[in-house]
Nanobody, 122 residues
C-alpha cells in the first residue's frame, strides 16, 4: 500500500520560514518524480514544485521561485520543501505527490498525501 505522509505544517508570521517533509512508503521511490501542490480555501489545487527522480532537475511555479526549495533523499524515501520569505498568500493545505516529472505540473501525481496546513499571518 502506497502512503505519502506530509508533516511540518504550522502557523508562521509573514517573512518567516517553514520546512515541509513528506515520507513515502513507495518501494520504488527513487523511480518517481516528487512534487508539492497546495490548495487555498475556495481555490483549486495548484502546482508548487517538482523534483526529478534523481534530484538533478527541479521546477517551480513562478510565485514561489527563489523562495521555496524542493529536495529529496532517495535513501530515506523523503522529499522536503523549504519555504522562506513566506507570504499570507502562501496559506494553504500543502500536498505531497509522486508521479511523472514532465506531466506533474499540469496533470498532478499518481499518488497523493493527505496534506498539511500552512498558515501565514500578516
Amino acid at each position: 500500500q502506497v502512503q505519502l505522509v506530509e508533516s511540518g505544517g504550522s502557523l508562521v508570521q509573514a517573512g518567516g520560514s517553514l520546512t515541509l517533509s513528506c515520507a513515502a512508503s513507495l518501494r520504488t521511490f527513487s523511480r518517481y518524480a516528487m512534487g508539492w501542490f497546495r490548495q487555498a480555501p475556495g481555490k483549486e489545487r495548484e502546482f508548487v514544485a517538482a523534483i526529478s527522480w534523481s534530484g538533478d532537475s527541479t521546477y517551480y511555479t513562478d510565485s514561489v521561485q527563489g523562495r521555496f526549495t524542493i529536495s529529496r533523499d532517495n535513501a530515506k524515501n523523503t522529499v522536503t520543501l523549504q519555504m522562506n520569505s513566506l507570504k499570507p498568500e502562501d496559506t494553504a493545505v500543502y500536498y505531497c505527490a509522486a508521479g511523472r516529472y514532465m506531466t506533474m505540473p499540469t496533470h498532478g501525481g499518481t499518488y497523493w498525501g493527505q496534506g498539511t496546513q500552512v498558515t501565514v499571518s500578516s
